[in-house]
């Protein structure tokens, strides 16, 4: 033991784990990022705002340890909040490593700080039950940075519009599109983060018990999406209720990729598997070009009992 | 060089796994199924050249002259190992980074006078954290790892740079030479193992995991926690930090102690070892392109040295004979 006291010491120190209760965790941190740049931060410890000020995104920890006269520790944000298109805000914090790749980024139409401090803000809890039970895909932040720089450039972001939380379809430099209710919910359904998934159809209310779809990315004259699968609800499908998913999932294809050219599926890795070598050496214009040209097919079975088939777009 | 003793299969092995892991730890190459199959192959090629050393072990024997250019060697792969931690504290934004070479200075000074048996110990417990640490990871991270991104375009990797990855590969015929013949055969297919397939197995993962984030200048080791359900903040994940630099500072007192010659006065053994180590460190410091180096002197110490001693020693046998 008298061997290893200084050792431990060492450690603790080389790791700079000494000093964790005096830090302020972040928990929620609101960012406008016009001149100067405007923060404003929630931390688990205390329920006041923290306001502050910086010339820089990257200035932040000392502008809020100034605000506070606290160590500031982003380990733990949970949810980053950025006015107008965040893409540029969350590269810089993620490669500065300030920002957990898990943390949930919402994307706010106008001063995001004010919002906070006035509890406007949906709470972190709230995007991540939407997540839970379907209605939103899940968008962190390492999903979102890995859309941008590994899919076609466009990526998800969730969004708090007057109206309730949905998606916006941003690049790194401008928002594209807001996403309907059932694009979302399509995505929520191919995304397979949810734990519970339920749905309306003709009055009946439908849950999924599981719904493993497939994707297939094949290339004939233009690229074929084809997405299958068999779905296990309670109470079995109907055809109504197989039109009603159908619907949803052609809504989530139709609206990122073949609008837009957004690559949120994984497609360009799918194209991959099956071989389309030209996924494999394209541009990211070039994707996004190839996208915009695609088919999509769908095909939905009900568990031992129907086939339903819709080719939609 | 010192030789107190013969070590386990265990503790040889788990010094060999740790001295790559270290590495490992402190890499910045993306995880991508490229780099998964270039360590493979270049692990495979090591091995290939390694193991049938084991078949001529008892005639491995490094020459006085030649052991003066092995703690050379040493002292070289305990200051690139320096270099690395230090890369990975820029990396993770520790606490502390000024004063981080001071401290882990203080506590070479009190671990390389240790008894070497202590640093053999100690790597055969935080080879035991480490598996445990490892079998967590995938149980944890299963549900978010996602297949397809095997397939996601990345681009090629260096082999030269898995050849200066494998620090592990000079120190292999110096610990044939303290082990028995059969625990020399076990600890060497123990590493094989761990390089050929648990550390592509692991990138692999990692490769399900991080994904599409190929452009990510940081650890991606570090991502890779980040992204499993296991632990929430990128920084803070307080056993996989201890374990990185608990297995830097192991590492870098084994090599200093495998640099120290066996002499009676301790502080012209400690001089002896520590003086190379700070020139290799300063060279490192003002020149860090040097560390491209390291390849060539992993294969030269680990490969074509041993080799070459083999072949001296049968042909001076041959001729004898005749």
Redesign the interface.
């Known amino acids: 033991m008298k061997?290893l006291l200084?050792?431990i010491i060492?450690?603790m120190?080389?790791?700079?784990?000494t000093?964790?209760r005096t830090r302020l965790l972040l928990d929620i941190l609101a960012v406008d990022p016009e001149q100067p740049v405007k923060f404003a931060a929630h931390t688990s410890q205390e329920s006041e705002i923290i306001p502050a000020q910086a010339e820089s995104l990257l200035q932040m920890p000392e502008a809020l340890k100034n605000a506070s006269g606290a160590e500031i520790?982003t380990?733990?944000l949970?949810m980053l909040a950025v006015s107008g298109n965040p893409v540029s805000v969350l590269e810089t914090y993620?490669?500065?490593?300030m920002?957990?790749?898990?943390c949930t980024v919402l994307s706010v139409p106008s001063d995001a700080c004010g919002q906070l401090a006035a509890g406007s803000l949906p709470e972190p809890e709230q995007i991540q039950s939407a997540a839970e039970t379907g209605l939103l895909p899940s968008r962190t932040a390492?999903a979102v940075?890995?859309?941008v720089?590994?899919?076609s450039g466009i990526t998800a972001l969730c969004t708090a519009l007057d109206d309730g939380l949905t998606l916006t379809l941003c690049s790194a430099d401008q928002c594209c599109a807001v996403l309907t209710e059932d694009a979302c919910r399509g995505l929520a359904l191919l995304g397979r983060r949810w734990q519970s998934f339920a749905f309306a159809a003709e009055g009946i209310t439908y849950r999924l018990q599981s719904a493993p779809v497939r994707i297939e990315v094949t290339m004939a004259d233009t690229l074929q999406i084809a997405l299958s699968g068999t779905i296990d609800s309670d109470p079995p499908l109907t055809d109504a209720a197989a039109d009603r998913l159908t619907e949803m999932l052609s809504a989530a294809v139709y609206e990122t990729a073949i609008r837009c050219g957004a690559d949120l599926l994984?497609l360009?890795?799918?194209a991959?598997?099956s071989g389309v070598t030209e996924?494999?050496?394209c541009s990211q214009a070039q994707w996004r070009d190839m996208l915009r040209h695609a088919e999509c097919s769908i095909s939905l079975h009900q568990q031992n009992i129907s086939k339903h088939e819709n080719s939609v777009c | 060089m010192q030789f107190q003793g013969k070590r386990s299969a265990v503790q040889a092995a788990a010094i060999l796994i740790l001295l790559r892991m270290c590495v490992f730890f402190c890499g910045d190459t993306p995880f991508s199924m490229a780099y998964a199959k270039q360590m493979l192959l270049t692990a495979g090629v090591q091995a290939a050249l390694i193991l049938p050393l084991l078949r001529f072990r008892h005639r491995l024997q490094i020459p006085p002259r030649m052991r003066f250019c092995f703690r050379l060697c040493a002292a070289w792969e305990a200051a690139y190992l320096t270099h690395c931690f230090g890369r990975l504290?820029i990396?993770?934004?520790?606490?502390?980074q000024k004063?981080?070479l001071p401290?882990?200075l203080?506590?070479l000074l009190?671990?390389v006078p240790?008894h070497d048996r202590?640093s053999a110990r100690t790597a055969s417990l935080l080879l035991f954290l480490a598996v445990s640490g490892f079998l967590l990871l995938p149980v944890s991270g299963i549900g978010t790892a996602?297949r397809?991104?095997?397939?996601?375009?990345a681009p090629p990797v260096s082999p030269l740079r898995e050849w200066a990855d494998a620090c592990e590969l000079p120190f292999l015929p110096l610990l044939m030479q303290q082990q028995t013949a059969q625990d020399a055969k076990r600890s060497t297919a123990v590493w094989a193992g761990f390089r050929l397939l648990f550390l592509p197995a692991l990138v692999l993962f990692g490769t399900m995991q991080n994904?599409?984030?190929?452009?990510?200048?940081?650890n991606p080791f570090f991502?890779l926690l980040?992204?499993t359900p296991l632990s929430?903040?990128?920084?803070?994940d307080?056993f996989w930090?201890?374990l990185a630099?608990?297995c830097g500072?192991l590492c870098i007192t084994f090599c200093l102690q495998t640099a120290k010659p066996h002499l009676q006065a301790q502080r012209r053994m400690l001089a002896a070892a520590f003086l190379p180590y700070f020139l290799f460190l300063a060279l490192l410091r003002m020149l860090p392109q040097a560390k491209a180096v390291n390849g060539i002197v992993n294969a030269f110490f680990g490969i074509v040295l041993p080799w070459g001693i083999i072949l001296c020693h049968c042909l001076t046998k041959r001729r004898e004979t005749a």
């Open positions: 061997t200084p050792l060492c450690m120190l080389l790791t700079g784990c000093d964790i520790s380990g733990h949970s993620f490669q500065a490593q920002l957990a790749p898990t390492d940075l890995a859309d720089r590994g899919g994984f360009r890795e799918y991959i598997r996924a494999r050496s | 504290s990396q993770l934004h520790l606490q502390y004063t981080l401290l882990l203080l506590m009190y671990t240790l202590a996602q397809i991104l095997l397939h996601t375009p994904g599409r984030l190929l452009h990510f200048q940081g991502l980040a992204r929430d903040a990128v920084r803070t307080g930090l201890l630099c608990a500072a």
